[in-house]
């Protein structure tokens, strides 16, 4: 697929969309023309664009790039083959923290220059620099999942902490319920054991002040029956002097 493509921007194809329409300049090749105005077009700044300099261009989002931006100028949506094609006229990759390309006959506003832009033949050297640009476009895929993962591991490694801290303080929380749980509990079961202390007295007392009370009783019965007797016998005594002075 990638070497159809390829074979696609050898031979000059015109894709669909706006690539049919272009007006192809003498001497110019289709593929240098394409490019040059797929970074003109302002509509698609946000993804593919000149740099401010003027010498290069930059592409600020090559999935968006592949798949919107290309199949308007070619029949594909290959990156690759792109990168290939830029290798193949002269194009040199400019750093490794984005996709800047840059040719010394490829400036803005400067689109007459672009006639001194020429395909190189298809020798060891070209593929030596499709090699070398795969690596690096390769590398820095691999650093961008590598970011992304780094980014994904922290962010669930800060929410792991969170939940972390959660449990510590909900563990804390609990152990601070349950201390004034049994202090509460333990206040109660001291005044529960006053209380039923309290009761117990005062049922003691109750029982002594009725055993005293009984004894009182009794005793101030006994006492009338001996005062009673007794006043009888006076009385029986007195009764028998009358009776024997008579």
């Known amino acids: 697929m990638a070497m ?16 049919d329409g272009a007006k192809r ?7 240098v023309t394409k490019t040059y105005d797929m970074v003109e077009d302002p509509n698609s700044n946000s993804i593919i664009c000149w740099s401010s300099s003027g010498t290069s261009f930059v592409i600020w989002d090559h999935n968006r790039f592949s798949f919107e931006v290309l199949p308007k100028y070619f029949k594909h949506t290959n990156m690759s083959s792109f990168v290939y094609q830029l290798n193949n006229y002269g194009f040199k990759k400019i750093g490794l923290q984005k996709w800047e ?7 803005a506003g400067k689109k ?45 490694f800060e929410k792991l902490k969170e939940r972390q801290d959660d449990m510590v303080k909900g563990i804390a929380s609990l152990k601070e319920y349950l201390e004034k749980s049994e202090a509460e509990s333990r206040k109660f079961l001291c005044f529960l054991a006053k209380a039923v202390k309290k009761v117990v007295a005062t049922k003691r007392d109750v029982e002594v002040r ?14 009338s029956s001996k005062s009673s007797e007794k006043k009888k016998m006076i009385d029986f ?3 028998k002097r009358v009776h024997d002075i008579v």
């Open 237 to 239: 005594s007195a009764i």
């Open 4 to 19: 159809n493509n390829m074979n696609q921007f050898s031979s000059g194809e015109i894709g669909h969309g706006i690539g």
């Open 112 to 156: 007459h220059l672009l006639c001194n832009i020429k395909r190189r033949m298809k020798n060891l050297n070209a593929h030596r620099d499709f090699n070398q640009e795969t690596y690096f476009y390769g590398v820095e895929e691999e650093m961008r999942s590598q970011r992304d993962l780094n980014v994904t591991l922290k962010s669930e």
């Open 210 to 223: 009725d055993v005293i009370t009984s004894k009182r009783r009794a005793e101030d019965v006994m006492g």
């Open 101 to 107: 390309y840059g040719h010394y006959w490829f400036q």
């Open 25 to 31: 300049e003498p001497g110019i090749a289709p593929f």
